[in-house]
């Protein structure tokens, strides 16, 4: 069975770091791009950012360039987003999502998402 | 950036009826070398993550029901629940997956008239 389990979420500080994580299962993770999409409360999907299987290359939405870096441990069938220099609008429900088989950069399956409230 | 615009924000359909989604890109999603649209549709039920619906504009993914359909090229997209069912209630976003930076339709909520 494919799992994604997200963790590292919380209440934190503007300017402010948090490093997420993504649990992968069920599946060889080696072999998939993997990604970041946010959900703001309330509101629409926002990609954030892909990693390619190896690791080799990454792209990233224009607002959290430079901020964040998405980086995976296949060994370990992990994938992380570190964020930092957080911002009030960065606030959300980060879900981690799977590339599909034939194109990594549709979203074959999301796990539940983990909240992060960037606030003072 | 590729812009996706969903239409409407919100419809409201009969139990059975028909329900009719519409997304245009900005820029065409079609690409020419493997005359394939990068676009697909998901569904996001409340308090869930999205649904992967459909790819490649029209095909279904495994276990989706066929009463979802989609159809369009280029810039032009629609997703056409034929007979709607309770458990359809849901918003759906539209995706281009084209090129980076990968984008969402704003949304298109779907209720129960």
């Known amino acids: 069975e494919v799992q994604l389990v997200e963790s590292g979420g919380g209440l934190v500080q503007p300017g402010g770091s948090l490093r997420l994580s993504c649990a992968a299962s069920?599946?060889?993770?080696?072999?998939?791009?993997m990604n970041w999409v946010r959900q703001a409360p309330g509101k629409g999907l926002e990609w954030v950012a892909t990693?390619?299987?190896?690791?080799?290359?990454?792209y990233y939405v224009d607002s959290v360039k430079g901020r964040f870096t998405i980086s995976r441990d296949n060994a370990n069938n992990l994938v992380y987003l570190q964020m930092n220099s957080l911002r009030a609008e960065d606030s959300a429900i980060y879900f981690c999502?799977?590339?599909?088989?034939?194109?990594?950069?549709?979203?074959?399956?999301w796990g539940q998402g983990t909240l992060v409230t960037v606030s003072s | 950036d590729i812009v996706m615009t969903q239409s409407p924000d919100s419809l409201a359909v009969s139990l059975g009826e028909r329900a009719t989604i519409n997304c245009k890109s900005s820029?065409?999603?079609?690409?020419?070398?493997?005359?394939?649209?990068?676009l697909s549709w998901y569904q996001q039920k409340p308090g869930q993550p999205p649904k992967l619906l459909i790819s490649?504009?029209?095909t279904r993914e495994s276990g989706v029901p066929d009463r979802f359909i989609g159809s369009g090229s280029g810039t032009d997209f629609t997703l056409t629940i034929s007979s709607l069912q309770a458990e359809d209630v849901a918003v759906y976003y539209c995706?281009?997956?084209?090129?980076?930076?990968?984008?969402f339709g704003g949304g298109t909520k779907v209720e129960i008239k």
């Open positions: 999502a799977r590339g599909a088989f034939d194109h990594g950069w549709r979203f074959d399956f």
């Open positions: 069920g599946f060889t993770l080696s072999q998939k791009w």
């Open positions: 990693v390619k299987p190896d690791g080799g290359q990454q």
């Open positions: 820029r065409s999603v079609l690409y020419t070398s493997n005359n394939k649209d990068y």
């Open positions: 490649w504009a029209s």
């Open positions: 995706q281009q997956y084209l090129a980076p930076p990968l984008t």
